[in-house]
């Protein structure tokens, strides 16, 4: 029992000598943690202000582009067909598909022997007709002239009988000599009737003869145009389309041959929306000739073709909607019917709209503004266009304000913040615009040059450009290296 409670005493001066050294342990730190300190009590939690890129409003005259896909087409074509039967003697030098043909040009001739004979049989009847006809004029002369004669005649016996009548009057003559006279006048009247009916038949004549060399002065040009159709010229300068037509081919009347594009007369033909539409329109609903510019993607250049709107398709069509355009190109070199392009439209300006990045407005309708102690305000704007990257806004109730650029869900109403303002220095931005311009060696510009000009896809225009920047002494980085990706170094 002795060592029994011997063991627990001991364990228990144990246990009580670990607690004081805890509660020593516990002391020094509590000392220490307060020296750390400096014996000042606890600081409340501080609010916790979020960084945030802020920029300015400032309204200015803003001229909102439109951005709409179309194709080109030609506004001057020309299908070209057979003007007759026959078999092709003889193609223009030159002419083939998608060759230049000045107006006047010969592009086909066909086998003109039956149009020949023709025309030279047409040409004989005609002259026979001009033969008849300047006979049955001579014939009328000589029948005017007989009447003429016929009524001399008449004259004379009237004068005979009336000689008679008086000596018989005067007791002179006889009745004997009287009935003579009378009957010769008779004879002559009825002579002069005789060359009357002969006249109006040989009037007759001339009119049938002129009829006749009418209709065969029509059958003649007939057969002339017959003939000046076995040749097919050129209407206008232009570029040939679809023509296939080989030499001995034996073409029919109104065979289709191919067509005459005028590339000079083009047009873009594209569809927007109904919205996009009422916005190109004025207070009378008539189309503005806004300005277009026309863009085609090629190679390593942008080809770019300018225009003004012309006109307005008359119906949507059948599962269509919005409307349909047509804008004339004015200028338009290096582009062909069918392109596909990219068209950028100027639309009225907005006198005064302000320019934000798109990343500033909410879904909402509202943008973030600052407001008392660097706070931020939600603030209600009218959303006027979407400009690629940008939203245009109008400026009632946010001019002049401070717009926070990118919006994050740890911001909003209420929230404190650190503006940070960008650096508007001039001097800087001007020298960023600028591109970077690289010195070639002799070694690279040379096999560069030899690349554009061995590329057959790269159009006429932009090989010249680039040539042209090749030529100079300093070649903007860019250029180099779209060629080099293509060269593969």
Known sequence: MRFFRRSLTGLMLLAITLGL???AGQTIRTAFEAKLAGNRPAQPARERVFSANVVRAEATAFTPTLTAFGEIRARRTLELRAPSTGTVIEIGAGVEDGATVTAGQLLLRLDPADATTARDLA??????????????KAALLLAHDDVAAAQTQADLRKQALDRQNDLQTRKVGSASAVETAALAASAADQAVLSRRSALATAEARVTQAETALSRQAITLAEAERALRDTALFAEFDGVLSEFTTVQGRILGSNERLGDLIDPNALEV?????????ARLIDAEGALIPADVTAALEVSDAELIATGQLSRV????????????????????????PGDFVTIRIAEPALPAAIALPA?????DGTVLVLGQDDRLESL???????????VILASTGLEGRDV????????????????????????????????????LTDERRAALIAFVKGNDRMPADA??????QLAEETVPASVIKRLESRMGG
């Open 359 to 363: 990343t500033a407005y909410n879904a």
């Open 123 to 136: 040409q004989s009847d005609m002259t026979r007709a001009t033969a008849e006809l300047a006979d049955a």
């Open 21 to 23: 050294l805890a509660m």
């Open 380 to 390: 209600p704007v009218q959303l006027l266009r979407r400009q690629g990257d940008n």
């Open 313 to 336: 398709g008359a119906a949507v069509g059948a599962g269509q909607t919005g409307r349909l355009l047509y804008a004339t190109l004015t200028a338009a070199p290096g582009f062909r």
């Open 269 to 277: 033909a594209f569809r927007i929306s109904t919205a996009q539409y």
């Open 463 to 468: 090989k010249t450009r680039i040539l042209a």
């Open 404 to 439: 926070v650029r990118e919006l994050s869900p740890l911001l909003g109403a209420g929230i404190k913040v650190n503006p940070i303002r960008p650096n508007t220095a001039a001097p800087a931005d001007d020298a960023a615009a600028q591109p970077e311009m690289i010195t």
